[in-house]
């Protein structure tokens, strides 16, 4: 698939619904720097500077589910303590999500503690109960994840080993998911994965299969070998091994494996990375992506994550981000119709962010054109470009012109940094494009009224900003700013 197509599918991850089931927990960082030993043991002395805690494990896949604008649920557990409170409120804060977190007052809620120092973890300390649920609170779990589940496009069974999906707990949830319908998607934990038979995919990392089937796992073939050993004796419908630095193996059932390696990058900590890769995987398989290209982009954010300390996440954004950056031409990226770029400026909005809009024909590029564009770029956070069409430019400007076409001159443009989109439009003017696209702000270069850049009526209903620009490169800017609702 190309990706002007995994873009649009990730545009759709707000449209997606994934319910995790699974182990909860508290990841608590305190960062510091080490400038002595211990005079008391040979030990470092960590000076603490600040402290921060966020959620972990099966916590850390919705709160990725969440960062990728897909709409998450969790059925866990927690102990009736603090750590258990600070868990509900973190939960409660994500946007799009909803948590049944229940509470048993004989548990210890999970707490793992990491001490870090110049950018290096030094010391790690865990405080847990791994109890299985009992019968009471298995029955609670299910039940949540039954009314939950109706709704879900797709489930993830992220096992930690602290008790939710232990023993024949992970075949209950697969039984309730296929019966509703719904993949299932198992990160496991344990030696014995045949308790997640009949999952759809299974994402375990190299030693985790290495441990599952006492197998070698040192190359491609040896993890493929394996992977297949694992799909025939647990029934699952593909594996995707994690390989830290050498990226992911697809092994479906039915069919070839597939190499997904990661881009060159330093990586500074592999915390909740795992987390990372089965959110995205669930969004891609969520929005329609096949399983194959819903492992590509799961590979790409994985990458993003690991070059961040913590247990960090990836945005929607980051992740186009990223996929732009791996289009053979980033300035083919950026070329859209209008439609596409209604969706985009639809996507930006969700994200709180500020879009303006500039055109002109750009036939012959010239230096006050760089000025405008730049100028432009500074009061939005996304800058959309329209040019005139070569029709167009020759209705405008005479026979002979354009002297450049209109993919041409959009490719160069596109491959400028202030330029986040480029549309071509047919018409004389760009008042279509503003009625659809409704940018905050419109920027234009030169001395006009604002019924001289749009029509009368579309001034009288619209209250976007319309800022004037001096095109001289050098010369300091007009700044006349005004509101284009009642502005002529």
């Known amino acids: 698939m190309g990706q002007h197509d995994l873009i649009a599918a990730v545009e759709t991850f707000p449209d997606v619904r994934v319910v995790c089931v699974g182990d909860v927990m ?15 043991a040979p030990i470092p002395v960590v000076r603490v500077h600040h402290e921060e805690c966020m959620l972990g494990g099966a916590g850390n896949v919705v709160r990725n589910l969440s960062s990728l604008g897909v709409a998450a649920s969790l059925v866990t557990l927690t102990g009736e303590d603090d750590a258990g409170g600070r868990i509900r409120a973190l939960l409660s804060a994500l946007p799009n999500c909803r948590a049944a977190a229940i509470g048993d007052p004989g548990r210890k809620t999970s707490v793992k503690t990491r001490y870090l120092a110049q950018s290096q973890q030094v010391l790690r300390v865990d405080s847990e109960s791994t109890e299985p649920a009992g019968v009471s609170l298995m029955a609670q779990l299910i039940k949540a994840f039954e009314e ?71 190359n491609d073939a040896q993890v493929e070998q394996a ?9 699952l419908g593909a594996v995707l091994v994690t390989l830290g630095a050498a990226g992911m193996l697809l092994v479906p059932a039915n069919g070839p494996a597939r190499a997904y390696r990661s881009a060159g990058r330093e990586v500074f900590d592999v915390s909740g990375a795992g987390d990372t890769v089965a959110a995205t995987l669930a969004a891609g398989l969520g929005s329609g992506l096949s399983l194959e290209d819903a492992a590509e982009i799961a590979n790409l954010a994985a990458g993003l994550v690991v070059a961040k300390i913590g247990t960090a996440v990836v945005t929607e954004e980051q992740l186009i981000r ?35 809009f500039t055109n002109g024909c750009f036939d012959l590029l010239h230096a006050g054109h760089i000025s405008l564009l730049k100028q432009a770029r500074e009061r939005c956070d996304r800058l959309i470009l329209g040019i005139n069409s070569d029709a167009s430019v020759t209705r405008l400007k ?58 009368a009526d579309l001034v009288a209903s619209w209250g976007g900003e319309l800022v004037l620009v001096d095109l001289l490169p050098g010369h300091s800017t007009t700044r006349t700013m005004q509101r284009l609702a009642g502005q002529t």
């Open 148 to 218: 939950l589940v109706r709704d879900a496009d797709l489930v993830i069974l992220s096992d930690y080993g602290k008790g939710v999906l232990a023993g024949d707990a992970a075949q209950q949830f697969i039984q309730v998911a296929r019966a509703a319908g719904k993949p299932v998607l198992v990160d496991p934990k344990g030696h014995d994965y045949r308790r997640y038979s009949g999952a759809t995919i299974f994402k375990p990392n190299r030693k985790e299969l290495a441990e599952a089937t006492a197998m070698p796992v040192d």
């Open 26 to 40: 508290l990841d608590f960082f305190v960062y510091g720097d080490i400038e002595r030993i211990s005079p008391e």
């Open 227 to 235: 992977a297949r050993h694992l799909i025939a004796d647990a029934s």
């Open 322 to 356: 990223e996929l732009e950056s791996h289009h053979p031409s980033a300035a083919d990226s950026k070329l859209m119709t209008l439609d596409e770029a209604v969706q985009r400026v639809h996507r930006w909005r969700r994200q709180g962010l500020r879009v303006g």
């Open 398 to 455: 005479g026979p002979g012109r354009p002297a450049q076409d209109a993919q041409t001159r959009a490719l160069v443009l596109a491959s400028l940094s202030p330029v986040d989109l480029v549309v071509v439009f047919e018409e004389d003017t760009p008042e279509r494009m503003i009625r659809e696209l409704r940018p905050d702000v419109l920027v234009k270069g030169g001395d006009y009224r604002a019924d001289q850049v749009v029509g």
